[in-house]
């Protein structure tokens, strides 16, 4: 429940819509971001992933029932994902 002063912000289907009509004209524009922020942001969620693997694997574990051993191996490939430099 919202307190006094506190706004509510609901994104609904014509929030999304709007959203994805910006993003297509930015796309359309040419506004696009440069491969090294792109490479840059994947590395910051492999780090994320990294830093909060043992929450991930308890999460799955939770969800699916699934053994540590099998979540780390293949939900959380790391060492599969090799980043270009």
């Known amino acids: 429940m919202a307190t006094e002063g506190e706004i509510k912000t609901i994104f609904d ?22 491969y090294e922020w792109r490479i840059s942001q994947l590395k910051c969620i492999l780090k994320m992933v990294e830093h909060h693997e043992q929450e991930i694997v308890e999460a799955v574990f939770s969800d699916l029932s699934k053994p540590a051993f099998e979540a780390s191996f293949f ?11």
């Not at 490939?77 to 430099?85: A, D, E, V």
């Open 75 to 85: 939900e959380l490939p790391s060492w599969r994902c090799k980043m270009p430099t």
């Open 13 to 34: 289907a014509e929030a999304a819509s709007t959203m994805v009509n910006e993003l297509r004209s930015s796309y359309a524009a040419g506004k696009t971001r440069s």
